[in-house]
């Protein structure tokens, strides 16, 4: 999930805050996208919401802790 954030990130970029993905996906999409069920992928995103990894407003994903996002994903940046 991490990585999809991720990926997401430095596909589509950010709105004008410079923290809110610029775009949009069902819970279902993102599911898809990473290859796990539904359930699962709200879940993980909630854990993220819990840790302020990231907020979540509706279909809107805002990243507030990218150090943090990219640590949980093992990548480096």
Partial sequence: MAEALLFFKATYGFENDGQTLNIQFSREEIADF????????????????????????????????????????????
């Fill in 34 to 77: 990473v290859g796990t069920s539904t359930e699962s992928a709200i879940r993980l995103l909630s854990e993220f919401n819990h840790d302020k990894i990231v907020e979540l407003k509706g279909k809107k994903i805002r990243i507030t802790n990218l150090d943090k996002l990219v640590r949980t994903a093992n990548l480096l940046y």
